[in-house]
Structures are given as structure tokens and as C-alpha cells.
């Protein structure tokens, strides 16, 4: 059911298999309203090479070839290759996955023959984008092929401490600074600095100033540059150590939680160092809450919950987190039942929204056909045996939905 | 099957307005997020989704095994298997992480001691597993083995009872956390004999379940030192 493009031979990105679920074409994809919903209806044509030419009868699209972005994934530039046919005026855009522009990019008149264009990871505002996956096209004439790319690095600043002498930490500033601070002793010195993290710098962006990267910053004498890297390392030896004596005193993960007005707790947790999130809802409801003679719904639920609900058509739980490059699934024990995604940063409004519709929506999609389906069997009218449900494995291919299947579902 | 069989779809309702209300659950979402941002998006798509029932949970009686069970099920799988389970202590509780410091040691790992022992020392067993279970009300510790083709349970059954008898004396200190040094402080085996030693082999069969009684026995003795 994979429906390749020529466009696309030879890069790595992956595909929407939409021909499992055609109607997915028609729905404007969710918005979290800032832009209001945008219909990709086109973008996912060309995505899956169907739509070649939006041109009509005979007309050759200015853009050839559009090639992969390299590197793929980015942290701070990556460079798109593409080919033009003709001359024409053309534009880079770039999109995240909700549809909104991000970025476009100007690339003026452009003769035939190949070019290439460059994204610094930035937004129209200069602000970086937050790391996940993107679409770009290039845009030509009334052509504009698009293929996918990946962010990832969301911090463009890295924290470094300097200690002083005896182990005394100097904390770092709000901004990037020096601070020398003369000791008694006549020991120099310590200063702060946020040195920006070379795997994403952006030579564009970065300010021309002496205290903009740690090279510069680093100006003391060698010799006392080495007592303070010694100190440092003493001092974060010692601290180890004590975290080690503490045992799980030591160990700390801060969240702060809130509760809404409608009794749903949440728990929120902070951490930067990779561009991913998880989102984890709990249900306290296991087997342990199942009456005798009515077992097995805490299981069951566990794969309800992935049929569908209102405004999510079956299939489609998976099939758009797989878009955006998460992955989801669910467990359930005596006590309770979980339900996870985790995935690219960007794709967090995709995962609440999901999450949302089945806990709010669930009802009016459990009829008794899909009663009858989700206890093992469905049956449809031609009375061949098919699973309806993405009830298997969650990386599985999007394309095995519409496999015949007969088996009983034992486990998802 | 039977009771999902037999279940209206009315029933299949209720237990969803029941329990998966916003009031029956917590959402927790960690890493790279803007917490303020998170929330909005939180209020925005949830905050809709109306209250439910209070769930109100009966607290079932406290069980206690008086002594050990045994039990053999057959059918058509390809390689016996021995269970091993013992009664131990809810989630979170003081000795819950000890317990599962100690099943690490059994069988944890290709360095853990049933493993070496079990699978690459005399090679009559596939796979062992060992964890500490714990749940709402209670939890289990459960040891399992596969035998390898031609090797019965009896087999399996002796080096795991040596090992789970020997480990209380034998297990070397660990400095790396408090949980280890809890589990590894050398004790007393009475617990591990009296549970799992005394009673009498499993006989071969395709698989094997042992349950062995006496909770507070084994936490007590394993833990609270």
C-alpha cells in the first residue's frame, strides 16, 4: 500500500501510508488555534507522490528534484539540495507538523541547474524552533514538493560552573557575563559563563563579543586555570560523594502538579537535555477493580482506548503520532492502566489532544460493533475476518490496519 | 473470554464512566516542555471533559498464605517452566526496593548468580527471571526458569533453592546505595529455607507453579534487620 514517489528516490524520510485510511486526506489536521486549522490535504498528496504535478495538462514544474537536507537530523544548520528545471523564482518554506509556516525563506530567481538553501533552525521571529519534525518544500511556480526533517538540540546555552577555592560555588548569572572576584588570599578568581554548546551553534547568531564563547571567556593564566578546573573537579568529586553517602537522598526529580477543576491531576517535569517528551496518563483502575463474572475490562480498556474515539477515527491514534515521529502504547496491571506517547518535542499538543478525545469522546464511538470487534473477533459483511483496530504492536507499519487478519488479540 | 463474552455492552459503559473519569487519573508529562505552556495545553484540551463518580474502592481483608501451594498446569507449550512465588510486601513500602535489589542479585543480568549457575554453568535452563512485585495491596517476589529441552524442572528447582539459600550469607557489601546495602547485609537464610527449601520437589511436568506462603516471614527476616 506504500505509494513511492520518484520525487523521492533515495532519501531516508518515510512516508504516510494513507491508502489504509483515505479519509484521513479530507480532515484538516489539529491546531492548537494560534493559526487555525490548515488543511494538508495537498501536502499529503505530494508527500505520498501522488499528486505529481498540481499543475495540470503538460506543464513541467520548475522544481526537478527536491533532495534530502543534510545533515538530517540538525542541530544548528541544515542544508537542503534541490534541482530546478527551469528559471523561476523560487522560496524555501519550512512547516511544523500542525501545518503553520515556520520559517520561509526567499531564494529569489533561480536558474536551472541544482541549488541548495540553508535553514539556521530559526523562526520568522529569529527565535529557535522547537526541535522535532518539520516539513520543508521548496516553492516554484505552481509546484512545491515537500519532504521531512528533524530538529533536535534545544538549548542553545549550556550551564558551566566555576568553583572557587574550598569548593564554593559561584552560581552562574542570569546572563552571560564575567564576574572576577578577588580573594583575600590573592587567589584570583572565579567567574561565570554560559558557553554556547558547539554541536548546535549557529555562526550566524552568534554575537561577535569576547564573552560569547567559553574560549574567549576562559582568559585567566594557565596556572590558574588549572586550580580551578583541579577545585572544580575536587569539589564535584566531593559532592559526589556525599550524594553517594545520602544514597536516595540524592536522587531528585522535581515536578510541580496541579489539579483542574475536574479532579484530573497533573504532574509536570522539566528537562532539557533531550528534545523529547513524555506524556503518561494513569488510570487507577486495574484488574483489581473488575467484579467476578465481569473480568477482563481493565485489559480490554486498555485497547478500546486505541479504536477511536470522536473526532480520532480508528487507525488514526497511531497513524499521526507515527507521523510525528512518536511512538505510544499501553499496559495494565492490577492496580491501574497506563496509557503513554513519547516523541519529539513538537509533538506535544498532538499527544494531549489524542490523549484528551479519548478520555472526554470515548462514548459515543463504543458501539456494539466495535464491542464485538474489541473482544477478539470482527466480522465484516463480505464475512471475511479483519482486525479493525491498531491493536498490534505500535511500530508496526501503518499498512498492516487493513491486513486480513485472523487471529485472536492477545496482547497489544 | 467467557465474561467478555457474556458482557453487555451497557456493562462495557459503565465501567468506563466509572473509572476513567479526569477525577480517576493523573497525567504526568516530562522533559524537554515549557511547564507554563504544558498547562495551558492541559486546561485547553481537558479541561472540558466533565467529572465523574466518586470511586470508591472497598478494602479487601488482608491475605496470608498458611502454607505453601503448589500447583502443575499442562498444556501443549514447548519447554517446561518452574515457577517460584512468595508473598512479600505492597509497592513502596520500606522493604519494596530491598526486595527488588535482591531479586537483581538472583537474576539480574548475565552476571546474576542463577544465571550463571542456571544457564552458563550446567546449561540446563534457556532464561531465569527474578522480581519483586509490588502492588496497591501487597506484592510477590517470583523467581521462573525454562528448562532446556531434556532437562526436567527438578532440575532447575535444586539450583535455585541452593541459590536463594546460600545468597543471605554470601552477597558481598555494595556501596553504591542505600537499597543495595539493605538487601546485601548478610542474614540469616530461615526465611528462604522455611519458604522455599523444606517443601517437597515439584514433579516434571510441562509447567510448574509453586506459591510459597509465610509474607511476613520472608520481608521480615529478608528486610527488617
Redesign the interface.
Known amino acids: 500500500m506504500y505509494a513511492p514517489s520518484s520525487l523521492q528516490s533515495g532519501s531516508s524520510v518515510s512516508h504516510w501510508d494513507v491508502s489504509a485510511t483515505p479519509d484521513l486526506l479530507m480532515e484538516p489536521f489539529i491546531s492548537?488555534?494560534l493559526s487555525g486549522d490548515v488543511d494538508l490535504t495537498r501536502w499529503l498528496l505530494e508527500d505520498v507522490g501522488w499528486a505529481s504535478s498540481t499543475g495540470g495538462g503538460g506543464h513541467k514544474p520548475s522544481v526537478a528534484q527536491l533532495g534530502p537536507s543534510t545533515p538530517n537530523p540538525f542541530g544548528a544548520t541544515t542544508t537542503i539540495s534541490f534541482e530546478m528545471r527551469e528559471t523561476a523564482s523560487a522560496e524555501l518554506e519550512i512547516h511544523d507538523l500542525a501545518g503553520r509556516l515556520v520559517k520561509r525563506l526567499p531564494l529569489g530567481t533561480l536558474a536551472a541547474g541544482p541549488h541548495t538553501a540553508v535553514w539556521n533552525g530559526q523562526d520568522e521571529q529569529g527565535r529557535h524552533a522547537?526541535?522535532g519534525v518539520y516539513l520543508y518544500r521548496v516553492h516554484a511556480g505552481d509546484y512545491s514538493p515537500s519532504l521531512r526533517l528533524v530538529r533536535v538540540g534545544?538549548n542553545p546555552f549550556r550551564r558551566w560552573e566555576v568553583f572557587l577555592p574550598f569548593g564554593r560555588r559561584i552560581s552562574p548569572g542570569s546572563r552571560r557575563d564575567r564576574t572576577v572576584a578577588p580573594r583575600a588570599s590573592g587567589h584570583v578568581v572565579a567567574f561565570t559563563a554560559y558557553c554556547r554548546r558547539s554541536s548546535i551553534v549557529d555562526p550566524e547568531t552568534l554575537p561577535r563579543s569576547r564573552d560569547s564563547s567559553c574560549e574567549d571567556v576562559m582568559t585567566p593564566s594557565i596556572p590558574i586555570l588549572k586550580r580551578i578546573v583541579a577545585r572544580a573537579l575536587w569539589s564535584r568529586l566531593a559532592a559526589a560523594g556525599s550524594v553517594?553517602a545520602a544514597?536516595?537522598a540524592g536522587l531528585s526529580v522535581p515536578?510541580?502538579t496541579?489539579t483542574?477543576?475536574?479532579?484530573?491531576?497533573?504532574?509536570?517535569?522539566?528537562?532539557?537535555s533531550?528534545?523529547?517528551?513524555?506524556?503518561?496518563?494513569?488510570?487507577?483502575?486495574g484488574s483489581?477493580?473488575e467484579r467476578p463474572?465481569?473480568?477482563?475490562?481493565a485489559h480490554?480498556?486498555e485497547h478500546?482506548?486505541f479504536m477511536g474515539s470522536q473526532h480520532v477515527p480508528t487507525g488514526d491514534f497511531d497513524q499521526r503520532l507515527e507521523a510525528a515521529g512518536a511512538e505510544n502504547n499501553g499496559s495494565t496491571?492490577?492496580?491501574r492502566t497506563n496509557y503513554y506517547e513519547d516523541g519529539p518535542?513538537n509533538a506535544?499538543?498532538l499527544m494531549?489532544?489524542l490523549?484528551?478525545d479519548r478520555?472526554?469522546y470515548?462514548?459515543p464511538e463504543?458501539?456494539?460493533e466495535r464491542?464485538t470487534c474489541s473482544?477478539?473477533w470482527c466480522r465484516t459483511s463480505g464475512g471475511r475476518a479483519t482486525r479493525t483496530s491498531p491493536t498490534v504492536s505500535p511500530r508496526r507499519t501503518s499498512s498492516s490496519v487493513s491486513t486480513p487478519i485472523n487471529i485472536r488479540i492477545t496482547g497489544r | 473470554m467467557a465474561d467478555l463474552d457474556a458482557a453487555s455492552l451497557a456493562d462495557v459503559k459503565q465501567f468506563f464512566k466509572t473509572y476513567y473519569t479526569p477525577n480517576n487519573a493523573t497525567l504526568v508529562i516530562g522533559g524537554d516542555i515549557d511547564p507554563a505552556a504544558a498547562r495551558r495545553l492541559v486546561e485547553r484540551y481537558f479541561g472540558d471533559v466533565p467529572r465523574g463518580p466518586e470511586v470508591k474502592r472497598a478494602t479487601p481483608p488482608a491475605f496470608s498464605l498458611s502454607n505453601d501451594v503448589y500447583g502443575t498446569l499442562e498444556d501443549r507449550v514447548q519447554l517446561p517452566r518452574v515457577y517460584n512465588t512468595w508473598h512479600t510486601v505492597r509497592a513502596f513500602s520500606p522493604d519494596d526496593a530491598s526486595l527488588s535489589a535482591l531479586t537483581q542479585i538472583l537474576a539480574g543480568g548475565k552476571t546474576s548468580r542463577l544465571y550463571k549457575r542456571l544457564v552458563y554453568e550446567l546449561q540446563i535452563a534457556n532464561q531465569v527471571v527474578a522480581f519483586q512485585d509490588g502492588g496497591r495491596l501487597d506484592g510477590k517476589v517470583e523467581i521462573f526458569a525454562t528448562a532446556k529441552p531434556g532437562h526436567p524442572l527438578d532440575e532447575l528447582q535444586k539450583v535455585i533453592d541452593e541459590e536463594v539459600r546460600r545468597s543471605p550469607s554470601r552477597v558481598p557489601p555494595i556501596v553504591s546505595s542505600s537499597a543495595s546495602r539493605t538487601a546485601a547485609r548478610p542474614t540469616s537464610s530461615a526465611a528462604w529455607s522455611a519458604s522455599a527449601g523444606s517443601a517437597a520437589r515439584p514433579t516434571s511436568s510441562t509447567t510448574t507453579t509453586t506459591s510459597s506462603g509465610r509474607p511476613t516471614t520472608f520481608s521480615r527476616t529478608w528486610i527488617a534487620r
Open positions: 492548537d488555534g522547537r526541535p534545544v553517594q544514597g536516595a515536578y510541580q496541579f483542574l477543576p475536574n479532579g484530573l491531576q497533573v504532574l509536570l517535569h522539566e528537562d532539557h533531550v528534545p523529547i517528551v513524555s506524556v503518561n496518563m494513569w488510570y487507577h483502575v483489581g477493580d463474572g465481569r473480568t477482563g475490562f480490554l480498556f478500546i482506548m496491571t492490577e492496580d518535542a506535544l499538543t494531549l489532544w490523549d484528551s478520555m472526554g470515548l462514548i463504543m458501539t456494539t464491542w473482544a477478539g
